[in-house]
């Protein structure tokens, strides 16, 4: 299940289910969206991205999906792996040259 | 390919001493680096802007005197953090954009953890 509050939100999964990582963006301008997968000690991995021109963009295992309307945004993560165990963040850019990092969701994936 | 690399990894000081962060992007060229702080179990804050022969750009609330940033080649960005208190102790990481500056494309370092004593 999911968990907010004063820690990171939480969202825990059995192995081989699919993950659904959601975020809400603050900028209605802004025209590209990144998601990152941060390990523990460690910087920010590239994993997918889309521009506000789509509304889905499909990648090995993962799918991102964009709601304009609502300004909001989620990871879909296809047999999520223990692997996959991290947080996720996803970044905006709106225009400045610069990326809005979200607040991050960790993932924790038990086998 | 689009590697960046930070050093040192982790550095420990003691309160008053100035730390040098090194940022190099290792296969490419980067007109722009940015530099982020994360503080445990938060999100990357954008403390500054850092553009190839001339001055940083600073977020607002982050001090230049006190971070100072230099970007002396197209593959080099240095943080200096002066007179460090343990309130500055985080985690940073820098990010190297290899198109044309539009911030898109930012390859992340592997960050640098530093404790203030």
């Known amino acids: 299940g999911e968990s907010v509050g004063l820690h990171l939100p939480t969202l825990s999964v059995q192995e081989g289910d699919n993950s659904i990582i959601n975020c809400a963006y603050s900028?209605?301008?802004?025209?590209?969206f990144i998601w990152y997968k941060q390990e523990s000690g460690k910087g920010p991995q590239f994993i997918i991205d889309i521009r506000s021109n789509m509304d889905k963009r499909q990648g090995q295992r993962v799918t991102v999906l964009l709601n304009k309307t609502v300004k909001h945004l989620s990871l879909q993560i296809a047999a999520t792996q223990p692997g996959d165990s991290a947080v996720y963040f996803c970044?905006?850019?709106?225009?400045?040259?610069?990326?809005?990092f979200g607040k991050g969701t960790m993932l924790l994936v038990s086998p | 390919g689009a590697v960046v690399s930070q050093h040192p990894s982790r550095v420990i000081c003691k309160s008053g001493t100035s730390v040098k962060i090194e940022c190099r992007s290792l296969d490419f060229q980067a007109t722009t680096m940015f530099w982020y702080r994360q503080f445990p179990k938060k999100s990357l804050m954008l403390m500054a802007t850092s553009n190839e022969g001339s001055k940083a750009t600073y977020e607002q609330g982050v001090e230049k005197d006190k971070f100072l940033i230099n970007h002396a080649s197209l593959t080099l960005s240095t943080l200096t953090v002066t007179s460090a208190h343990p309130e500055d102790s985080s985690f940073y990481i820098c990010?190297?954009?290899?198109?044309?500056?539009?911030?898109?494309?930012?390859?992340f370092g592997p960050g640098t953890r530093l404790l203030v004593l």
């Open positions: 990010s190297a954009d290899s198109t044309s500056g539009s911030g898109e494309t930012q390859y």
């Open positions: 970044a905006e850019n709106s225009g400045y040259s610069t990326l809005t």
């Open positions: 900028n209605s301008a802004s025209d590209y």
